[in-house]
């Protein structure tokens, strides 16, 4: 396809334009649609945009490559920390989260399930790094019900006539993906009942949860929702609240949420621990969410054991990184250079305890600096998102205007699976500030056929 990001965000602008007024109510049934649909989040319709995220089918292509080339790297490092104490020692974690890590799953994939969060340079197709979730990773649900909210609108209507628009399927494909894996997993029973595990009042999306059981049971498989503290084992097997013996885990309680309540949730760990039910993914998946792992990745000790090529794209793709220390703030110069900058939690999620310099003033940024100074922060590069024409319909006034992009790669099992979009107002795009959901769509031409002429 000839046609790259910018000019198709460009004409898709242009066909709501010429026929905005029929668009502005196509918006209205669209919203109306997401108020009524399971888009939710905290019990909340969630915040979204009127055009889709569209991405070329070559662009796709390409990101497939990427996310797959950096999975692939992010395994070899997972690999490595288990293997080579010397390198275990570089992350820091405490003896109790590395003991759980350190407890290898029997099945053949460490890293299940991954999405992979980058700024993308739609442009010149340029791209850094900015998360790495693993059993985490959220928000197929909204991308579901967002695709179906935009096949009401208008100017899906109109393009469609030109383009074929096709959403990603991230529902029977984990599915399929995650039963290949429990398949490899020495004890598997033939029927299992699966447990869709979480800490169920912490902000995550039951009805994610329920099309994820609905999908594994239209696959014919036995699936329900846990809250993870009511979870008992009895020495030999793990139960669900209800009482039903569970076989194989779809962890979605996030290792920082475990540790922190790790008193609660003793039955559960006590199953994990002594091998009694098939967690997937295990503890190990923690070394990648770890921020400090991207400091780590530009360290000699793993360009080490990577090759040329991979090296390459670490320092292609890979924002610089350091630990938030005295020393660091003072070699970079990081007070006087506030706009370049930007501090994260080396553990975190949802974008919360990160401050870009370029938000505060000189002596705000000072005070914030000094206050996170070797208390386990990050510092690094600043990427400024690219920025692209929506418009936002629930406005009294609907204008277009510039939005800043992330965009998020699923990967299941190894396997590129689609794309999940958000923008904002601002730099950084999270909940925190004013993130809205966009529906992520792959466009192709239609070809045109002969009879079309006669």
């Not at 014919?220 to 846990?226: E, K, R, S, T």
């Not at 418009?391 to 999940?420: C, H, Q, W």
């Amino acid at each position: 396809m000839n046609t790259n990001m910018e000019t198709f965000n460009l004409l898709y602008k242009e066909v709501i334009e010429k026929d905005f007024e029929e668009n502005l109510k196509t918006a209205k049934e669209s919203l109306y649609y997401l108020d009524k649909s399971t888009a939710k989040y905290k019990g909340e319709t969630i915040y979204s945009l009127y055009m889709a995220k569209a991405f070329p089918d070559d662009v796709v292509d390409y990101l497939k490559e990427a996310s797959e080339i950096m999975y692939g790297l992010l395994k070899k490092v997972m690999n490595e920390y288990i293997e080579k104490e010397d390198y275990r020692k570089l992350f820091g974690f405490q003896q109790e989260l590395e003991e759980l890590i350190l407890d290898v799953p029997p099945y053949q994939n460490i890293l299940p399930i991954a999405r992979l969060d980058i700024f993308l340079n739609e442009k010149d197709l340029s791209f850094k790094f900015c998360e790495f979730n693993a059993d985490g990773c959220s928000s197929m649900n909204e991308d579901r019900e967002l695709n179906i909210a935009l096949q009401k609108t208008a100017a899906y209507k109109e393009l469609s006539r030109d383009y074929e628009i096709e959403s990603f399927e991230l529902f029977e494909t984990w599915v399929k993906e995650f039963m290949d894996i429990y398949k490899t997993y020495p004890d598997k029973v033939e029927q299992p009942n699966i447990g869709i595990v979480d800490f169920l009042e912490k902000g995550c999306s039951m009805e994610e949860f329920e099309e994820f059981k609905k999908s594994f049971q239209r696959a014919g498989h036995h699936a329900q929702i846990c809250e993870i503290r009511d979870m008992k084992f009895d020495g030999e097997h793990l139960y669900a609240p209800d009482g039903t013996v569970i076989h194989a885990i779809y962890r979605r309680a996030v290792t920082s949420d475990i540790m922190e309540h790790f008193e609660e949730v003793e039955d559960f760990m006590n199953a994990v621990k002594n091998h009694k039910v098939c967690l997937i993914g295990s503890f190990c998946t923690q070394i990648i969410h770890n921020k400090i792992l991207f400091y780590l990745l530009h360290c000699q000790r793993t360009q080490d054991f990577l090759d040329k090529e991979e090296i390459q794209f670490i320092n292609r793709h890979i924002p610089y990184t350091v630990s938030l220390t005295e020393q660091e703030v003072f070699k970079n110069a990081v007070l006087d250079n506030k706009d370049k900058w930007i501090i994260k939690p080396e553990d975190s999620y949802g974008a919360r305890g990160i401050f870009a310099g370029l938000h505060f003033s000189l002596e705000q940024w000072k005070k914030i600096v000094e206050e996170n100074m070797d208390t386990c922060y990050i510092l690094q590069e600043f990427v400024l998102p690219y920025q692209s024409f929506n418009i936002d319909f629930k406005k009294k006034e609907p204008k277009f205007r510039k939005y800043s992009n992330l965009t998020g790669m699923y990967v299941y099992n190894g396997k590129f699976a689609g794309i999940y979009s958000r923008q904002s107002e601002h730099e950084i795009i999270s909940s925190q500030y004013d993130e809205n959901d966009v529906a992520s769509v792959k466009v192709s031409k239609k070809e045109v056929k002969s009879e079309d002429f006669n």
